[in-house]
């Protein structure tokens, strides 16, 4: 009996995708749950397992068509017998691994299994003639990714010039056009819808972190031990925001037409690098949100980043967003606005600087920050005031140390 492979909801308000990577070919055994393809929408990219085990009996898609949600996309014959398993070098993967299991049985050591590779990076290595154990994985569970191929592939450097001859350009000098992904197109539309409807403007300011950095070094170890996450500076910057847009909340709202709409939340997205790019996970209500809960679900966040399983429900609704990009060593920069939303801070890398304290040069370690806003419903003076109160908050975080106590040590104030 055939089984039907059909496109589920990803998400609120999404009606479509794109078909991205077939994993498995007509003829391909499958297991229940193994992924098959990979659906690409304008909000995140997934891979959709099998509905049940047996044979892949007909595709009824190719790549790069345009599916909708609940469209039969391939038919599975139920408990059928594969023609194939998947290309030459998996049905070589195979056949090594049933030779591992054999050794195993007649008591010789196992070989190890070869890591799992991801659909991109097969085609690298294919076309590169490269075998999965010569690169070194550094996806989740070990996983292969396009990125490490890539790192394997530049390590090959070019032999030395020939004294007193231009030498030919020689070594790898391909080229690769990639259909773009729907998350990408996407994101490539918002940005230039950002820069088209909004009057986009940054100020910027400065924070002195030695405070932050002396109240994690005291307690980092007692609320690693009561939460099992590092106390970080992303959680100081989340509350000094939620205090901020309390104070600002003209920050907090954005245009509906002739309307201004205010948000008495405060939603915040978080700008966390994925495997298909920058995703912006929403943290909802992080103004009734705990150190340790900011902190937890951002940890979380990065991890299901790194392998696509953000849902697009979780990237819809913010009403703020936060970008660290010192993360990547940038020192200064200005975020571009997020639609609808009316702001961004952007954070930036740490850097001793000397500094001028009562009458003194002092090294302090200092942090760059940006407000970018639209300056059709934010003044200069409100932006101005709302940076300002961001520095005040990190730098002398008070109200924020009293909370941490509550949460590490027990106190009830």
Request: with cysteine; glycine share 10%.
């Amino acid at each position: 009996m055939a089984i039907e492979l059909k496109i589920p909801s990803v998400g609120e308000s999404i009606t479509e995708v794109i078909i991205g990577t077939w994993i498995k070919h007509e003829g391909d055994a499958v297991e229940t749950d193994e992924p098959i393809v990979e659906i690409d929408s304008d909000k995140a990219s997934q891979e959709l397992g099998a509905p049940a085990g047996g044979t892949i009996q007909k595709l009824l898609k190719k790549e790069g068509d345009t599916a909708q949600v609940g469209e039969v996309i391939a038919l599975i014959e139920e408990n059928g017998k594969a023609a194939k398993r998947g290309t030459g070098a998996r049905s070589a993967s195979d056949g090594g691994k049933k030779g591992a299991r054999q050794q195993a049985a007649g008591g010789s050591e196992a070989a190890p299994a070869e890591p799992r590779v991801m659909p991109a990076a097969k085609r690298m290595l294919d076309e590169n003639k490269l075998s999965p154990a010569d690169i070194t994985p550094s996806g989740p569970g070990g996983r292969v990714l396009k990125e490490d191929v890539q790192r394997a592939l530049a390590g090959k450097a070019p032999p030395p010039p020939t004294a007193g001859k231009l030498p030919a350009p020689q070594g790898l000098r391909e080229t690769e056009t990639v259909r773009m992904s729907t998350l990408r197109k996407r994101l490539a539309q918002r940005l230039v819808e950002a820069q088209q409807t909004a009057a986009i403007l940054t100020t910027f300011n400065e924070i002195d972190m030695s405070a932050v950095m002396q109240l994690r070094a005291h307690h980092k170890d007692a609320f690693l031990a009561k939460h099992g996450v590092k106390l970080g500076f992303m959680s100081f910057f989340v509350k000094a925001a939620v205090d901020a847009l309390r104070l600002v909340p003209q920050v907090n709202g954005r245009i509906e037409g002739d309307n201004i709409v205010y948000h008495n939340y405060q939603d915040i997205g978080v700008a966390v690098g994925g495997g298909r790019g920058l995703v912006v996970p929403v943290l909802r209500n992080a103004e009734r949100m705990s150190f340790a809960e900011v902190e937890l679900a951002i940890a979380d966040f990065g991890r299901r980043a790194q392998s696509n399983e953000i849902t697009p429900d979780e990237m819809q609704g913010g009403t703020f967003t936060i970008s660290n990009g010192g993360v990547y060593g940038s020192l200064l920069s200005t975020p571009i606005l997020n639609p609808p939303q009316s702001g961004i801070l952007g954070m930036h890398a740490i850097q001793d600087r000397p500094m001028a304290v009562n009458g003194q040069v002092v090294i302090r370690p200092m942090m760059y920050v940006a407000l970018s806003y639209d300056h059709r419903i934010i003044d200069g003076r409100e932006a101005v005031t709302f940076l300002k109160r961001i520095k005040e908050c990190v730098e002398d975080p008070t109200r924020m140390l009293m909370e941490i106590r509550r949460q590490v040590v027990g106190f009830r104030l």
